[in-house]
């Protein structure tokens, strides 16, 4: 016996080596995006732990917002003194924005900004236009709106939405190029509330048979609370996360930024390696031959 | 007067890049709308505010 135990394991060893691609990267127009998490610059407890977060999640973009009077902290320092701007692409948001006129203001006031630092996210903008404060949920009706101006403006337009999937498909035909739904309301964790209608968004936005088109970008975007969130979304075929509260309020936002790029990584496999359907009744992961149970 | 982000100042005229100046932003990255329309950062110079604009300054801070 010992010596065909032996047998095995040189036979095994002699086996060719399967190899498992690396994650491509994520292009959306001219900006290339070596990872598929996108992660805010809000929130955290100060500017070291943020720089550190960012390096520990992968990112090659972030988020900002468009504030006045806060130019800098306590310190006098600026957000910029912390952020490589030759290192990531810096995505200005439209956070606050309730109308569709305020949001086109915050997208031409950070494209004036990114301009001066010649980064490539000076025409970009995420846009925002938010229903009310308790909810944040977008309002569909001023999101729409502000998306053809912005578009119409040159702006390539990263559109946070909810999840509903007409409105998706709403947005993508309003020039935006990219739809980010949302898991589920921003900063509350909840994860993907309703898997069901994120995929939807992702079947009418992504595959041919439903008048989508798979190199269309879908990023989910906001609620995200564990790394298990990030993988969810990413086995549902999203192209990526895009997240903030959850690495920055975390214990241990840099651990935590760590936890959610492994997440990302193993639900971009997952999703392409093809999942076993799910079944009623159970069906054994050893042979009943041989047994000598129940002889 | 003129209103800089919310309050007046004792200004009846001033070039919006000697107000920068005056505030130790001309060296902030900053962006400019007055009375909501976005003055581009290489028009500033030229840029001369009269009595009653409304201005607002702002820079990049965190966000998701």
Redesign the interface.
């Known amino acids: 016996m010992t010596s065909k135990l032996f047998h095995l394991l040189e036979e095994d060893e002699e086996m060719p080596t399967m190899t498992i691609n690396a994650i491509p990267e994520l292009q959306l127009e001219d900006i290339t995006l070596t990872s598929r998490l996108v992660v ?5 407890p100060d500017y070291e732990t ?1 720089q550190a977060a960012l390096e520990a999640s992968g990112c090659s973009a972030v ?10 902290d306590s310190q006098g320092r ?3 003194d912390f952020i490589d701007c030759d290192k990531y692409t ?1 995505l ?2 439209t ?1 606050g924005c309730f109308s569709a006129q305020d949001a086109v ?1 915050v997208a ?3 494209r ?2 990114l ?3 010649d980064n490539a996210g000076s025409s970009w903008v995420k846009l925002e236009v938010l229903g009310d404060k308790t909810t944040l949920l977008p309002d569909p009706v001023g999101t729409l709106e502000a998306c053809r101006e912005l578009v119409s403006d040159g702006f390539s337009v990263m559109c946070y939405t909810s999840d509903d999937p007409i409105m998706a498909t709403r947005i993508r035909d309003a020039g935006a190029t990219c739809v980010m739904p949302a898991g589920s309301p ?2 509350t964790g909840r994860g993907i509330a309703n898997p069901c209608a994120i995929q939807l968004c992702i079947d009418l936005l992504k595959k041919p048979e439903h008048g989508g088109d798979p190199s269309y970008p879908v990023i989910v975007d ?1 609620g995200v609370g564990t790394p298990s969130d990030v993988t969810v979304a990413m086995e549902l075929g999203a192209d990526g996360v ?4 959850g690495i920055a309020h975390a214990q241990d936002p840099v651990t935590m930024a760590k936890a959610m790029r492994l997440a990302c990584d193993a639900g971009y496999y997952g999703f392409r390696s093809g999942r076993i359907p799910r079944k009623l009744h159970a069906t054994a992961s050893s042979p009943w031959d041989g047994t000598i149970a129940g002889e | 007067m003129i209103t800089v ?2 309050e007046q100042i004792q200004k009846n005229t001033i070039l919006l890049t000697d107000l920068l100046l005056q505030m130790n ?1 001309s060296d ?4 400019v ?1 007055v009375n ?1 329309k ?1 003055i ?2 290489r028009e500033r110079d030229a840029y001369q505010l009269l009595e009653g604009d409304d201005v ?9």
Do not use: H
């Open positions: 805010g610059t809000g929130k955290y943020m988020t900002v917002a468009v504030r006045r009077e806060r130019l800098v600026s957000i910029l810096i200005p948001n956070a203001r031409r006031l950070g004036d900004i301009e001066q630092l921003i900063g906001a895009l997240l903030n509260t | 982000n919310g932003l902030q990255l900053c962006a709308e909501k976005l581009p950062f607002e300054i702002v820079s990049l801070v965190g966000g998701g």
